[in-house]
């Protein structure tokens, strides 16, 4: 109907971002309406529950506030290990909550359908479907940042892995002193400004974004260290080309906003690393700060689409 829309929620460990989406979701066309972001809230006893009043609050606030609006579907990603299709928080290490079924209790207190997911995951997915990945089948979206994540599409679907797949960040790969440390140890934005910081006794200013400055500058510390993460990202992507058949990677988060400076050494490493794989393709992410706001929304047109058409799907289908 053109006067419904559905209220996307994007939880994230610092922030909550909110916004309604009215109209198609399409590339290059999609509007995120009355847009806020605000501080997550915190419960140290309460962690899920904090989580969902606010939730129910901003809702009721934006249907007093836009009364001709038919409000139709909630989508809400949140972050931690998620079981998108009993729409379950399993945990979320940052903010505490453990086993917490968001949907159940957003439904009964709202009345509304909930489509529910994590937030890499449903960023991944609006990268996947009208970002910069649309098109393609074989893909992983990966979310460089003070942590790593991915989400991972093979043959045009996401794996799921029961809410355990894309935590590359996690996976092995070789370190500068030959051990086997986990991927966002060496190759995350956090893992850039630490380890500069441990090899010079320094401190870089504005983090990641610091160590590739004095590295332009010609500081030999920052130089290896740049480097040793782009090795390690080399790494972990020629090891899904191998094993997943990728054909694109779409890079984001901070660490990708280095540009050229990351992508023409990365494919560089790539060439060197990769025989017989198919040589994916690496483009930066194209959706920003909104991806997961995008993703939540198109998760929750999707879910109207189901129950208009009076059917049910995975993970992309819960309730």
């Given amino acids: 109907m053109p006067d419904a829309a559905v209220l996307a929620f994007d939880v994230g460990g610092t922030d909550l971002k909110v916004g ?50 038919r409000l139709a579907a909630l989508g809400v ?108 140890s060496v190759g995350s934005a956090g893992a850039v400004a630490r380890r500069y910081g441990q090899a010079s006794g320094l401190e870089a200013d504005d983090g990641a974004r610091g160590v590739l400055r004095l590295a332009r500058a010609g500081d030999a510390v920052a130089q290896r260290v740049w480097s040793e993460a782009v090795d390690a990202i080399a790494f972990s992507i020629s090891q899904c080309a191998s094993i997943l058949g990728i054909d694109t990677v779409v890079l984001g988060g901070g660490l990708a906003e280095a540009g050229d400076e990351l992508f023409s050494p990365l494919a560089s490493r790539l060439d060197q690393l990769l025989t017989v794989q198919r040589r994916p393709r690496i483009v930066p992410a194209a959706l920003g700060q909104n991806a997961g706001l995008i993703g939540s929304a198109l998760k929750a047109r999707s879910l109207l689409a189901e129950a208009a058409a009076g059917t049910t799907s995975g993970p992309a289908g819960n309730r």
């Fill in 77 to 184: 990603t949140v972050p931690g290990l998620v079981d998108e299709g009993a729409g379950v928080g399993i945990r979320s290490s940052n903010l505490g909550w453990k086993n917490y079924p968001f949907t159940g209790r957003l439904r009964a207190q709202l009345g509304l359908p909930v489509a529910f997911g994590h937030d890499v995951g449903m960023a991944g997915e609006a990268e996947f479907r009208v970002g910069a990945a649309r098109g393609a089948r074989d893909v992983i979206v990966l979310v460089i940042g003070t942590g790593i994540a991915a989400a991972v599409f093979a043959d045009g679907v996401r794996v799921a892995g029961g809410g355990y797949a894309g935590e590359l960040g996690h996976a092995m790969v070789p370190a500068p002193d030959g051990s086997l440390q986990i991927f966002e």
């Fill in 20 to 69: 309604l989406v009215q109209g198609p979701i399409a590339a290059g066309h999609t509007a995120v309406l009355d847009l806020q972001r605000l501080p997550t809230p915190r419960d140290a006893e309460n962690p899920g529950d904090a989580v969902v009043d606010k939730i129910v609050e901003l809702t009721q606030q934006y249907r007093r506030s836009h009364p001709a609006v």
